[in-house]
């Protein structure tokens, strides 16, 4: 499966984005979608995922905020955005994986499949 981010960009504080992510070789009806974000200097982290069932779940830092999504028609899935915050500045990174332990979802060493990251730049 090969992995293609976009949607990022910059945009001033209060401002939305929708990053999408784009799957190509394979359907991603049975994985684990997430993102998951690296700020210059820090380490990756996670930002959302959904389960196969459609269950999401989000960092405390953008719960509220956004809204993870899947559309299997377009094989694509899908980070909202809202209200962004100059915190939330880093590149944006999708992931997908099949079969990761569902207790450890939120680390980034689960998912073998990565897309390349976007930028999201938020300016005050």
């Known amino acids: 499966v090969q992995l293609q981010a976009s949607g990022g960009g910059t945009v001033q504080v209060g401002g939305s984005l929708r990053l999408s992510c784009a799957a190509s070789?394979?359907?991603?009806?049975?994985?684990?979608k997430a993102w998951f974000r690296q700020a210059p200097g820090k380490e990756r982290e996670f930002v959302a995922v959904?389960?196969?069932?459609?269950?999401?779940d989000y960092a405390e830092s953008v719960r509220g905020r956004s809204t993870i999504s899947k559309d299997n028609a377009k094989n694509t899935f899908y980070l909202q955005m809202n209200n962004l915050k100059p915190e939330d500045t880093a590149v944006y990174y999708c992931?997908?994986?099949?079969?990761?332990?569902?207790?450890?979802?939120?680390?980034?060493?689960?998912?073998?499949?990565w897309g390349e990251g976007t930028q999201v730049t938020v300016s005050s």
């Open positions: 992931a997908v994986d099949r079969t990761l332990i569902l207790s450890s979802k939120r680390s980034p060493d689960q998912y073998d499949y």
């Open positions: 070789g394979g359907t991603l009806s049975g994985y684990y």
């Open positions: 959904i389960t196969k069932s459609g269950v999401a």
